[in-house]
């Protein structure tokens, strides 16, 4: 016998666009970073 659902499809809407969010935020942060100093991934990728 299934228990009835506790609004999880409203809780993985919330949790779905707070991930957007952040990985959104952090994308921005590394692309911003990556414009003011373009040498910043060079010792990475060993270019």
């Known amino acids: 016998m299934a228990l009835p659902p506790f609004k999880q499809n409203q809780l993985g809407k919330i949790l779905l666009g707070v991930s957007i969010f952040f990985v959104v935020l952090f994308a ?9 100093n373009p040498d910043m991934f060079t010792p990475v990728f060993g270019s």
Not at 28 to 36: G, H, R
């Open 28 to 36: 921005v942060t590394l692309i911003m970073n990556w414009i003011n």
